[in-house]
């Protein structure tokens, strides 16, 4: 079973992305609110009727109802808001995802966790210290979902098929995360052979910036990060071994220890199972460097 608590707009797609790709027989959706869930998966259903699909998707309000779990999403907290950066977000959510952890502790400890509430890094760090899992059980997603905004940008400022994009976007899910043309390509070959320079760097930039952009227009994120939670989840339950960028601790990996940063990792069935050490210049060191300060700063200011 894959249970997602939190069923606001994100969980819900999450849940309906994870229905559709026929992740599990069954999905699980918990939240506090009365009726939400409940309303949430009954939507969905009717849905998945008419596809012919037989998933069965549960709207729950009590925790016990998550045993059996394999996969457990928690994307449960208080959204980012206009104006708002996601550290504004840690004090309100840290309480909210620690108390989280702890039900999932006690009713699916053979569970992987997939943090996805903001600010991304911090959660998954409290993620994985209350939850004492091994590191490879806890991954949050964050820099997938920067990737598919890499990946869009790539494909508006070339005119190449999406399909044939590849991008890595490693780091902070934040401001200071890490987009890499320098280990992008379009076909197999180098962003750079199709991209100056300073369309490159707008494309950077453009990444850090769109999702606050998408929240001033429409008051939140939920298509795209709904979407990149099922693929984490696919990648898991399918065995693929794919390398996609999870927020995961650190253990001297990059220089750095007792930290939850985003990083390239084989993804399979065991979940973390090898990190991947990319070889950073000195200007993407720096910037990978700058985000792990920054989270750093913010887990110290969390009681665990």
Request: hydrophobic residues 40%; proline residues 4%; without cysteine.
């Amino acid at each position: 079973m894959i249970t997602i608590i939190g069923s606001g707009k994100v969980g819900g797609d999450a849940a309906l992305f994870s229905a559709l790709k026929k992740l599990d027989d069954q999905i699980l959706l918990l939240d506090v609110a009365k009726g939400l869930p409940q309303g949430e998966a009954m939507d969905i259903n009717h849905m998945l009727s008419e596809q012919g699909i037989d998933v069965e998707v549960t709207g729950s309000n009590d925790y016990e109802d998550i045993r059996g779990s394999n996969i457990v999403v928690v994307v449960a907290g208080s959204a980012r808001k206009p104006g708002m950066t996601r550290m504004d977000l840690l004090k309100i959510n840290a309480s909210i995802v620690k108390s989280v952890t702890e039900n999932i502790k006690k009713y699916a400890d053979d569970s992987m966790i997939i943090p996805v509430s903001n600010p991304l890094d911090p959660m998954a760090y409290i993620t994985q210290k209350v939850s004492g899992f091994d590191r490879s059980r806890v991954f949050g997603m964050g820099g997938m979902l920067d990737l598919s905004r890499f990946r869009q940008f790539i494909h508006e400022s070339t005119g190449h098929s999406r399909d044939s994009i590849r991008g890595l976007v490693i780091g902070e899910h934040g401001e200071n995360m890490l987009p890499l043309p320098r280990f992008s390509s379009v076909s197999g070959i180098p962003l750079s052979s199709f991209l100056p320079k300073a369309k490159l760097d707008e494309i950077v930039q453009n990444t850090k910036q769109v999702a606050a952009k998408v929240i001033e227009l429409k008051g939140a994120t939920v298509h795209a990060p709904g979407n990149a939670i099922s693929a984490i989840v696919e990648t898991v339950v399918r065995d693929r071994k794919q390398v996609i960028p999870v927020a995961t601790y650190l253990d001297g990996e990059y220089g750095h220890s007792d930290v939850t940063i985003g990083v390239p990792a084989v993804i399979g069935k065991n979940g973390v199972e090898k990190i991947i050490e990319l070889d950073l210049n000195d200007e993407e060191r720096q910037m990978f460097d700058k985000g792990v300060a920054n989270v750093k700063d913010a887990i110290s200011g969390i009681e665990i």
